[in-house]
């Protein structure tokens, strides 16, 4: 049986976990607000500089050439956007993965001791059904054990997914750019 410093020891542990996710949650937060004002600096500054390139156009073709020039670092910096979200939620999330992970290997510690300490002290003639409880905690460990993996390989799978997503459309972009800059030469 548990003691009652056992559980105020574990609602403290909780509560500490509890407060790191907390600040964990907010330091993503922070980034993502951070790389957001950093995004509209840049965006208005460059704003600026392309409507004075545009004031200075002579003729359509020039129009043309600066419309083109724009184009490829636009999807770039797009790209470059998408990969720092990505990197952030990816950062944050796997904190939270860690303390579930260390979590539920302590839950699994500690049932294992509660249940070896019911069948160490369980009466005569109760074998089997102390038999059929350390199969199912095993088929559970193992169960969890096979959706951790399987989390695993999927996040691999998205993130590589995400990484051919991003080349493609960086590929894309400057073919466009290649033939927009033929078109008007």
Same mark, same amino acid.
């Given at each position: 049986?548990?003691?009652?410093?056992?559980?105020?020891?574990?609602?403290?542990? @909780? !509560? /500490? *976990? %509890?407060?790191?996710? &907390? =600040?964990?949650?907010?330091?993503? #937060?922070?980034?993502?607000?951070?790389?957001?004002?950093?995004?509209?600096?840049?965006?208005?500054?460059?704003?600026?500089?392309?409507?004075?390139?545009?004031?200075?156009?002579?003729?359509?073709?020039?129009?043309?050439? @600066? !419309? /083109? *020039? %724009?184009?490829?670092? &636009? =999807?770039?910096?797009?790209?470059? #956007?998408?990969?720092?979200?990505?990197?952030?939620?990816?950062?944050?999330?796997?904190?939270?993965?860690?303390?579930?992970?260390?979590?539920?290997?302590?839950?699994?510690?500690?049932?294992?001791?509660?249940?070896?300490?019911?069948?160490?002290?369980?009466?005569?003639? &109760?074998?089997?059904?102390?038999?059929?409880?350390?199969?199912?905690?095993?088929?559970?460990?193992?169960?969890?054990?096979?959706?951790?993996?399987?989390?695993?390989?999927?996040?691999?799978?998205?993130?590589?997914?995400?990484?051919?997503?991003?080349?493609?459309?960086?590929?894309?972009?400057?073919?466009?750019?290649?033939?927009?800059?033929?078109?008007?030469?």
């Amino acid at each position: 049986m548990l003691t009652a410093d056992q559980v105020l020891d574990q609602q403290k542990n @909780l !509560q /500490a *976990s %509890l407060f790191g996710l &907390t =600040a964990k949650a907010f330091e993503g #937060y922070e980034k993502l607000v951070e790389l957001n004002l950093q995004v509209a600096k840049t965006a208005l500054g460059e704003a600026a500089e392309t409507a004075q390139q545009a004031i200075t156009v002579k003729d359509p073709q020039e129009l043309w050439a @600066l !419309q /083109a *020039s %724009l184009l490829q670092p &636009t =999807a770039e910096k797009a790209v470059a #956007y998408s990969r720092h979200l990505y990197d952030i939620a990816s950062s944050t999330s796997s904190e939270f993965v860690k303390l579930a992970e260390s979590q539920v290997a302590d839950a699994q510690v500690k049932f294992g001791a509660v249940v070896d300490n019911a069948t160490k002290n369980a009466p005569a003639g &109760t074998e089997n059904a102390v038999a059929l409880v350390k199969s199912a905690v095993a088929a559970a460990n193992n169960a969890y054990e096979s959706l951790h993996k399987a989390a695993k390989q999927a996040s691999e799978i998205a993130e590589s997914n995400f990484n051919a997503v991003t080349s493609t459309a960086v590929k894309a972009t400057q073919n466009a750019t290649r033939t927009a800059k033929r078109a008007t030469a």
